[in-house]
């Protein structure tokens, strides 16, 4: 039955159900909004920058590449509107809106049921994903993240490493980051050519970078990621992520 009901009207069950959720929870009223904080105001600088280059893989067609990048630039003016203050939530979605063409989003590629195909939005998985590679790196903690369901990438053709994705899905599957410091943060983005995208996380006060750690097992039905960090001079690690990939 449910075969049957409009992608639309799917869409707005879930928008409603999370909007519900997210209320009820609290989550909502601390979401980071384009507004600007005090403390910037007063001339405070961002001067703590952590930074993470991913290349840009070509896609099926050079249209849709181009479609990727403009899309990742569209998304990323949006993000750089935020101001993440001390205790805030960054969610992507919540920031960048519903990526179809009516808010100005072009066709490129991305991957729906194990498939890359061509859609609105696409190539918004690797902004998200860059993303959450620097989450990890300074120790932002992830309340919601959703590495992709398939890996259907080589190890040569990857733009993230595998366990450092984000799987974003408007209404569906979002990225969530919440800012623990006594500190404000914010996303910084620039895309060089055709060929890679920088994201640059700054802050108001320092940031100890973390060493990551990529644990990966394979077999002929799966591949599994498991993420470690660690402070540089100390020796614990702490798993941070586990992700499950299946093979087509």
Not at 58 to 63: G, L
Not at 82 to 111: A, C, K
Not at 200 to 206: I, T
Request: glycine fraction near 8%.
């Amino acid at each position: 039955m449910r075969r049957f009901v409009p992608r639309s009207a799917k869409l707005a069950l879930k928008l409603a159900l999370r909007r519900r959720r997210d209320r009820k929870s609290g989550v909502w009223a601390r979401f980071a909004v384009p507004v600007s904080a005090p403390e910037i105001s007063v001339g405070a600088a961002f001067a703590h920058v952590i930074e993470l280059k991913q290349p840009i893989r070509n896609a099926s067609t050079h249209k849709s590449k181009m479609g990727k990048i403009y899309n990742i630039k569209r998304a990323a003016r949006a993000i750089e509107a935020l101001t993440i203050m001390p205790g805030q939530v960054f969610s992507f979605w919540h920031s960048v809106g519903n990526p179809n063409r009516r808010n100005g989003y072009r066709e490129g590629v991305t991957i729906v049921n194990g498939e890359i195909v061509e859609d609105f939005g696409g190539g918004l998985c690797q902004l998200a994903s860059i993303i959450y590679h620097l989450s990890l790196i300074a120790g932002v903690p992830a309340i919601e993240r959703s590495c992709h369901s398939v890996d259907l990438y080589e190890d040569d053709e990857r733009y993230v490493p595998l366990g450092a994705d984000a799987a974003v899905y408007y209404g569906y599957k979002d990225l969530r980051l919440r800012n623990d410091f006594d500190f404000s943060l914010r996303l910084r983005f620039e895309v060089e050519g055709e060929d890679t995208v920088i994201a640059r996380l700054e802050s108001l006060g320092p940031i100890v970078a973390h060493t990551l750690t990529f644990d990966l097992t394979h077999s002929d039905a799966q591949s599994k990621s498991v993420v470690s960090k660690r402070v540089v001079g100390v020796g614990v690690e702490e798993v941070v992520a586990e992700s499950v990939y299946r093979h087509l």
